[in-house]
């Protein structure tokens, strides 16, 4: 690992801190900004143009409509973790870019040694933030919010990591550069029914999409961030925003190559941005089109569906990896037909449970 | 009850190809201040004309009126006709059915084609016989006064707005 | 094991985004599971029918309009039908013919509100297929707004026939929106007819079985998405539609997904309707002679026509004089809300909002 400015530790560690900061605020502002004009086209509408040209100037006119709120703490509830819940949940989004590398070699700590289990275990901190706010809320609403939180992202962290150790067994190592550097094909299309699975459990670590029951606005009204307002509130939006962010980056670094691309001694970090992004519209348009999951649904399609389909995958990756030496460019297509065959036959044994229950009035 | 869900995602699929194919359609909102759509010609709007000539006073209006709004104070004049001393009506209670213009004999009342009335305090809102007075600059609308259909301008529809870049 | 549990008490009060205006459940959760559920409502009752009894027959039309406001037409209708039964009144064929027509647009319009906030609540949540379908709502309105000048609260019926003729740019704009409605209507359907999602949550949800369909005096596709063939239209013809060639669709099951297909599919019938009375409109005048201060016989007269919820009826007795002695509305929204305890119990939480708004019901009719 180069150490960037001056060969000092501290230099480079203020400095990259610096960037990882100045990084995650503006990607957020971008992304939200982002992601109100892309919902205007799906719904024949425009989007925000008012604020500044091209309402570039929204997500900050948003921001400051917020700092300017009043901050609200009910009566009764639990002073201190209220307080503390939005901290605990923004902090571990800025300490996963830690290893994000933006460019060969180039991050904070970019070749650590275990860096994609740095990042699985650091994203799974933010449960106990969000059940801290939904607790502290003294309110009904937030309680089954936040147990919703916990039963939802505790069952979709097995397929996230399995899907992720697919990728790691072709790579033979944990550490991210190396994963990039790794091999000449990008992973989405030697492991397709990874990409699929990861992508899905992503959604899901990340309140979003089709799996928003955790603060589902029509049904429990905002679920654990009903309580905050003001600054507390503008941090859980950061939040939601920044680790959506975040596991873009991830799926473009695994899945895309990260900063690979034509021309990429000089605009890697460019070939990095635009991954994410098509990662992030991807992740809008799946959002605009579909109702949501109840929780039950939800958490059959994690254990019934999607964890037997991780260790399928896991298993064929794995054989792959033990008979052949290098992995040749052809095995993509035995893949693609292993998961083409694979989705239709599991959906035929995929029975969602739920039901009424019989009640004793 | 259990589901099968035998079609593997496919459901899924068509939906997002609809919304996909919406991005290259035309957006059908207008923005406001910039772009205004032409209300018909029968609008309702949100202002009471009144034709000081033709009134007589006789209150048919404000005796049709289902909340009472109009109110009317008149005096003998010479004659056997009455001079109308106050004619109010308070525009923030009235809820513009149209129920007065039809009731006139003499068709001294219309309604107008102004929306953006609004106004910072609601006593603003009670209109005297000087502010609700026929004059060239305040358009009337054809509710209920077929003649004056002919100088109106025609409707915007969305009909016609939006068919123009439909996708087959 | 046995885990001890404990029930709790959630108000889905009266401010929560999906209730459909200012209506409160009381549930009683064990878990997520509702076992327990009491509605409470009154907080929108404006006593419309202790003003109609100071008001002329004509001067509480534009009041009738404010009871389910986005199907104003339909309450308009219900009305002038109970007062002309009640003073015998004829209404001359064109009249007929044109209050059929806003009948049937209006049933599109409403089923389409009906079917996007449904979606809305089942948590499509940044609204895509309701604004797709307020596009289509919005030709409507723009329709509406050529004939009568308003595009919520029409007060365009008359007793004894309408207000004013349509204009000449009236049918030609008519008839172009009945020719494009099919094709947006197969596009809903390719978005949420197959979808995996939708299914999942509204097959076999909230079922209204059919004996407590009728039991409850449920009406409207609440009724037909159980399985009763019921429609005014046909059991007890109004107006002229005995005329019209059309057909009832009803459900299997009574669950969401039926109340759902079968708002659909009334939607393809209505412009079924509406093709036909465009070929069979006569010419003529659209009102008769009736005089402002009118003065029905004494008696009473129930009218009721089918609007987009269900039967909306109209009970008045009259005295001789100027104003209605007693009127009385048999709104479809609180009779059908009565089933919903029954329809909810036994499922979760999600579903109880999904059910509540595959009603359909407006508070201001519930609470009038």
């Known amino acids: 690992m180069e150490l960037w400015p001056l060969d000092n530790y501290w230099a480079h560690f203020v400095l990259f801190a610096a960037i990882i900061i100045v990084f995650v605020l503006i990607g957020v502002m971008a992304y939200v900004y982002v992601e109100r004009r892309t919902f205007g086209p799906f719904q024949l509408r425009w989007g925000p143009n008012r604020a500044g040209p091209f309402g570039i100037l929204q997500p900050v006119a948003d921001a400051i409509k917020v700092l300017l709120k009043e901050d609200i703490v009910p009566a009764k509830a639990d002073k201190w973790v209220h307080w503390l819940a939005p901290i605990v949940v923004f902090l571990p989004i800025l300490m996963i870019f830690a290893v994000v590398p933006f460019h060969e070699g180039q991050g904070l700590v970019p070749d650590l040694n275990v860096g994609i289990l740095y990042v699985v275990a650091i994203s799974a901190l933010g449960v106990v933030g969000i059940f801290m706010a939904g607790w502290a809320s003294n309110n009904k609403y937030s309680l089954i919010s936040a147990m ?131 990662i992030f519209v991807l992740l809008i348009w799946i959002r605009v089109t579909f109702p949501r999951l109840r929780i039950d649904q939800l958490m059959a399609f994690a254990w019934k569906f999607l964890f037997p389909l991780a260790l399928i995958n896991l298993l064929v990756v794995a054989a792959e990896v033990v008979a052949l030496e290098e992995i040749p460019w052809w095995i993509l297509f035995v893949n693609f037909a292993l998961a083409g065959v694979l989705i239709p036959l599991w959906s035929k044994f995929f029975k969602l449970g739920g039901g009424r229950v019989e009640v004793k009035v | 009850m259990k589901l099968k869900f035998e079609r593997y995602g496919k459901g899924l699929a068509k939906g997002m190809a609809l919304t996909f194919r919406h991005l290259f359609r035309q957006r059908i909102t207008t923005q406001y201040p910039e772009e205004r759509l032409t209300p018909s010609k029968r609008f309702r709007g949100y202002e009471l004309v009144w034709d000081k000539e033709r009134c007589t006073g006789c209150a048919t209006c404000a005796k049709s009126c289902p909340q009472g709004e109009i109110v009317i104070v008149t005096s003998k004049g010479e004659g056997n006709k009455y001079v109308v001393e106050k004619f109010e009506l308070d525009s923030g209670r009235c809820i513009f059915c149209g129920l007065c213009v039809e009731a006139c004999p003499y068709d001294a009342l219309f309604l107008g084609l102004d929306y953006e009335r609004a106004s910072y305090r609601r006593g603003e809102l009670v209109l005297s016989k000087e502010q609700l007075e026929r004059t060239p600059e305040k358009q009337i609308s054809a509710y209920f006064h077929p003649e004056v259909e002919a100088s109106l301008p025609r409707q915007t529809l969305l009909l016609e707005r939006a068919g123009r870049k439909r996708q087959k | 094991m046995e885990l001890k549990t404990e029930p709790f008490i959630l108000n889905m009060g009266p401010q929560h985004p999906s209730t459909h205006g200012v209506f409160r459940m009381r549930v009683t959760f064990d878990g997520e599971v509702v076992v327990d559920m009491e509605p409470v409502f009154g907080y929108l009752h404006r006593g419309i029918e202790k003003l109609a009894e100071t008001r002329t027959y004509t001067q509480f039309i534009p009041l009738t309009d404010r009871l389910f406001y986005l199907a104003s037409m339909a309450q308009n209708h219900s009305y002038v039908l109970a007062v002309e039964k009640l003073a015998a009144i004829p209404v001359p064929e064109r009249a007929e013919y044109l209050r059929v027509i806003m009948d049937e647009l209006m049933r599109i319009s409403s089923h389409l509100m009906a079917v996007g906030f449904f979606l809305n609540d089942l948590g499509c949540s940044v ?137 659909i599919k009334e939607m393809r019938q209505s412009l079924r309707i509406l093709n036909q009375a465009i070929e069979q409109l006569p010419e003529g005048e659209v009102c008769a002679k009736v005089s402002h201060l009118l003065r029905p016989p004494v008696g009473e007269a129930y009218g009721r026509i089918e609007t987009p919820q269900g039967e909306l009826g109209f009970y008045l007795v009259s005295d001789n004089s100027i104003a209605p002695y007693r009127l009385h509305i048999r709104a479809p929204s609180l009779i059908n809300l009565t089933a919903l305890r029954d329809m909810v119990v036994g499922w979760k939480l999600a579903d109880a909002i999904a059910t509540f708004g595959s009603i359909d019901i407006c508070v201001a009719e519930v609470d009038r």
């Open chain 1, 148 to 278: 919703r939180v916990i039963a939802a992202m505790i069952s979709y962290e097995i397929p996230l990591v399995l899907s992720i150790i697919g990728v790691v067994l072709i790579t033979g190592s944990l550490s991210m550069n190396d994963i990039v550097a790794g091999h000449n094909i990008p992973f989405f299309l030697l492991t397709p029914l990874g990409f699929l699975i990861f992508l899905l459990s992503a959604m899901s670590e990340i309140n979003r999409g089709p799996f928003d029951l955790m603060e589902a606005d029509s049904e429990i009204v905002a679920g654990f961030h009903i309580e905050y307002s003001g600054m507390k509130f503008a941090m859980f939006y950061l939040a939601e925003y920044g680790h959506a962010l975040a596991m873009s980056a991830i799926a473009a670094i695994l899945f895309f190559r990260g900063w690979e691309g034509p021309g990429s001694e000089y605009i890697g970090v460019l070939w990095f941005l635009v991954k994410t992004l098509f």
């Open chain 3, 127 to 263: 609204y895509t297929p309701l604004l797709y379908m307020y596009r289509e709502r919005e030709k409507i309105l723009d329709l509406f707004e050529m004939v009568c000048g308003q595009r919520l609260t029409y007060n365009y019926m008359r007793i004894g026939g309408l207000s004013q003729d349509v204009p000449p740019e009236f049918m030609p704009a008519l008839k172009r929106f009945v020719a494009e409605m099919p094709s947006f209507i197969d596009e809903y359907e390719q978005l949420l007819a197959e979808n995996e999602i939708l299914l999942a949550r509204t097959k076999g949800v909230g079922i209204l079985p059919r004996e407590l369909a009728i039991n409850a005096s449920a009406s409207g596709p609440v009724l037909r998405g159980s399985g009763v063939k019921w429609d005014i239209r046909k059991a007890d013809p109004y107006s002229v539609y005995d005329r019209f060639d059309f057909e009832m669709p009803t459900g299997e099951v009574g669950d969401n997904y039926d109340r759902y297909r079968v708002r």
